[in-house]
Each structure stands twice: as C-alpha cells, then as structure tokens.
C-alpha cells in the first residue's frame, strides 16, 4: 500500500526568490534614482519646472521604478529591504553632514547631481526610503499572515470533520477581514494627510534660517508615512487608497503647474516658497503614491503567496502521514 503513494515533493527553496528579489530591487532602484534626480535637475538649476515633456517622462520611470521596487516584496521582501536601507543611509549620511557624489556612482550626467542634491535636501529619499524599508517589511509580516491564515483554516476544516463524529465542537468560521480593511484604509489615509502637512512645514521653516538638509518635521512626516505603510501587513486597501491619493494629488502638481500656481496663491506661505513648489512639480508626491501602490501590490501577493507555501507544506505533512 505504501508504495502506491508518490513521494512527496517538499515546497521549493526560497533563495532563489531572495536571490532574484535582491537583484531586480538594486537595478530598479538605480534607474529610480537616476531618473528623478534627472527629473528634479532643472528645478535645481533653474528653480523652476517649465513645461519640458522631458521632465515628465523621467518622473513617470521613475516613479514606475519605485513600484516595481515594492511590488518585488511578492517574490520576497529582501529586495525592498535592501533599496529601502540604502536610501535611508544616503539621507542619514547628508543630515550628518557627509558630502555623497552621485559622480563617481552614476557616471555624472548633467544636471544629475544637482537634481539627487535638491531632493536629498527636501527629505524626499529620507521618505521614500522610509516607505519602501516599510513595505519590505509590510511583505513580510503579510506572507506570515497568510500562513497563519491557513492554517487557522485548516485546523477548522478538522474540527469540522471530528465534529461529524460528535467528538468536538463546532468551529468558529475564520475572522472578518472588513475591520481590517476599513481601520487600515482611515488609518493610511489620515496618516498620509498629516505626513504630507508636516513635509510641507518643514519647507516652509527651512525659508526662514540658512539653507541646511531636510529638518525634524521632514524627519516625522517620513516616520509617520513608514508607520502607515506598515498597515499594508493588516490590510492592503489602506496603503492603495493613500497611494492612488497622492499620486493624483502629484501628478495635477507636476503636470498643470499654472492651477498650483494659482492654488497656492491664495495660501501666502505658499506663495512666497518655491521650494514647495519645486517638490510638487518634481513628481516627489507621485513618485510616493505610486511606491504606495507597489507596497500594496507586494503586501498583497506575499499574503497569497504565504497561503500557497502553507498550503504545500500542509499537503506534504498529509501525505508523509498516509505513508
């Protein structure tokens, strides 16, 4: 009878997912750099937008990269974890005052320098940096729940069939996921409104001393935006929501300068600070919103993905058993 049953095959090893991850990550988050820095260099140099098509096309890769970034903690969270990590060290090394040449790095292409200086300063790699370590671990915490997920399933499907025979009590069905979706949806949105607002008021206090990194503020609204993608291992919907808001919010600064313009106009802080124009009209809150999106993307996948591995190793355990 024994040898009837096919040996089991065990799940696959997971290094080369971390392997793969890792690399793809790095070469992703490259091109990120490179392209937004290359995107925010006339507004370095000029201190204005303009209406170069070209600008925005070097935002859209690189915002693109940024998801794609995330969207890798699927495979495995490694990858995030890693281009997360090494943003963080840029921001961190500027605010302790080491100088970082993107010369030696990327070759030196014009204005590339300049345009990696201006968002180094403003907090944007602190940010995005933040967010995509977070959604690293957001992909792992979500692959662990989908786990425990399934195996919350499967001991309800054995105690549903001991309790055919009278032995047990009826199990409970699994949890609602609703509140999950609904406090991680409140919880991303609000969080990024107040990030966003502090991100802003930090520019605005930087107008009125010498010209220095990114400060305290730019600091607390990167923390809060790493905390509310974190709620991407809760529920994924929070981190879409507030990713797809400010991408909208972004991409109308980046594309319709005259409207922000105009809007800001009637806010005299704003008015009176291009520096808050420069991070609209550099793509910086679309870059965010769409690495957002691939947070969710990544949570999301790595929670079915979790399941699935569950799902094996259970399907193994069973027929080991049968042997």
Excluded: C, Y
Excluded at 49 to 77: C, F, H, I, K, R
């Amino acid at each position: 009878m024994s040898d009837a049953v096919a040996r089991p095959t065990p799940p696959p090893s997971r290094l080369g997912a971390h392997v793969s991850s890792a690399v793809l990550a790095v070469i992703s988050g490259a091109a990120a750099v490179a392209a937004l820095a290359q995107a925010s260099s006339p507004l370095a140099t000029l201190g204005v937008a303009g209406d170069s098509p070209e600008a925005g096309v070097w935002v859209a890769v690189g915002a693109a990269a940024l998801l794609g970034v995330t969207a890798l903690g699927a495979m495995s969270s490694l990858g995030p974890v890693i281009v997360g990590g090494l943003l963080l060290l840029m921001s961190l090394a500027r605010l302790l005052g080491v100088n970082l040449s993107l010369d030696s790095v990327m070759g030196g292409a014009p204005g590339l320098e300049e345009g990696f200086d201006l968002l180094l300063d403003l907090g944007v790699w602190l940010s995005l940096g933040l967010v995509v370590l977070a959604g690293g671990g957001a992909a792992h915490f979500a692959r662990r729940a989908g786990r425990r997920m399934e195996l919350d399933e499967e001991r309800i499907l054995d105690r549903a069939s001991a309790e055919t025979t009278g032995r047990m009590a009826k199990p409970r069905p699994p949890r609602s996921r609703i509140p999950a979706h609904v406090g991680s949806t409140v919880l991303a949105v609000l969080g990024l409104v107040v990030a966003l607002g502090l991100l802003l008021a930090g520019l605005v206090d930087r107008t009125e001393g010498p010209a220095q990194p990114f400060g305290f503020l730019a600091v607390g609204a990167a923390v809060l935006l790493g905390l509310l993608t974190l709620t991407a291992a809760w529920s994924t919907l929070g981190v879409l929501v507030a990713g797809l808001l400010a991408t909208i919010v972004g991409a109308t600064g980046a594309i319709w300068t005259e409207a922000l313009t105009e809007w800001a106009s009637s806010w005299p802080t704003l008015a009176d600070d291009p520096t808050i124009h420069r991070l609209l009209n550099a793509g910086a809150i679309a870059a965010l919103g769409l690495t957002l999106v691939g947070v969710s993307i990544g949570a999301h996948g790595a929670r079915r993905a979790g399941r699935r591995t569950q799902r094996l190793e259970i399907g193994v355990t069973r027929r080991l058993d049968e042997r």
